[in-house]
């Protein structure tokens, strides 16, 4: 489960991606990657169970989970669902959360914060499939398709590479708009020698420097280093973002090259991952920053495309 700690979290991330992140196996991990993060109606039920009530009503528990209830988020997640197959989900949802409740077929679910985030507890009980080890995977393959997909890399790529890099990143798409997809969809990517060593030689020279640096920002922040009030504990990535606004605008340092700008936006697309992952408290510094970083992020990734 995430701790309630930003940098603790963020710490045990980067731990993580250190090794996650291999270059020789990256493209034939993604695809399973992407799978892996997809969500399941359980999933997406818990998460529309907390919004489809005001949130006194929620507290309260003025409301149960019922059979019209789970039809209604079915008919809603999927819309051009068969009037018999949306039958089925909804019998096998109503039984799942029962179960993960560990409450008869006949019991009254109530609709409350409790229940819900019992459900959540259950379904984070799977060795190795918590809502945390989604939230890195979810970090591990934005960060892999920023880098695969960076001008620098991705133009030196035999045409048969690019294009798998380019349909990863179409799928990674469909997966943030809450579509199911099946590693096999993807397909399997062919070994080329030439392409791996372009791909290693490339993580050693930029990938590798720009998580640890990450690491070792995240690191001292852990250590007290004061920064802005604002933003809290996250403060540490607000030097990488006036850089990176610099660079935008045009007033970047002549010391400022590809290698420092790729490490900045690599550190911030991990932090924007993180802050926006559905199972990170939003705290206010949280918002704070999301708000600051979000539209100068975008102008980068903008100019980026040109």
Not at 72 to 91: A, C, G, M, R
Not at 139 to 163: E, M, P
Request: charged share 30%; hydrophobic share 40%; proline share 4%.
């Amino acid at each position: 489960m995430l701790n309630k700690n930003h940098l603790d979290n963020l710490n045990d991330i980067m731990e993580t991606l250190e090794w996650l992140i291999q270059p020789d196996t990256v493209l034939t991990e993604l695809p399973y990657d992407l799978e892996f993060i997809c969500k399941t109606d359980i999933d997406r039920f818990a998460e529309w169970s907390r919004k489809c009530v005001s949130p006194q009503e929620l507290s309260e528990g003025k409301f149960s989970i019922n059979l019209p209830l789970i039809k209604f988020f079915i008919q809603q997640t999927y819309p051009d669902l068969p009037q018999d197959k949306i039958q089925e989900k909804v019998e096998f949802l109503s039984k799942e959360l029962h179960r993960l409740l560990d409450m008869s077929a006949y019991d009254t679910i109530v609709l409350n914060n409790e229940n819900i985030e019992k459900i959540i507890d259950k379904i984070n009980e799977v060795p190795g499939e918590t809502s945390f080890d989604k939230t890195k995977k979810r970090i591990k393959i934005a960060v892999s398709l920023k880098w695969l997909q960076d001008r620098t890399l991705f133009n030196s790529l035999s045409k048969h590479t690019a294009g798998f890099v380019s349909k990863l990143g179409d799928f990674y798409g469909r997966v943030k708009k809450g579509e199911t997809i099946k590693a096999r969809d993807i397909g399997i990517w062919a070994m080329l020698p030439d392409d791996i060593k372009k791909i290693t030689d490339d993580y050693e020279r930029r990938v590798e420097l720009a998580l640890l640096v990450a690491g070792q920002d995240i690191k001292r922040a852990k250590e007290g280093v004061k920064s802005e009030a604002e933003f809290g504990s996250l403060g540490i990535v607000t030097s990488a973002v006036k850089r990176l606004t610099a660079f935008v605008e045009g007033r970047n340092p002549p010391d400022y090259d590809e290698v420092e700008l790729f490490k900045d936006t690599i550190f911030i697309a991990i932090i924007l991952n993180y802050l926006q992952d559905p199972y990170v408290k939003k705290t206010p510094e949280a918002v704070n920053l999301i708000k600051i970083v979000m539209p100068i992020y975008s102008k980068y990734k903008e100019l980026a495309t040109l």
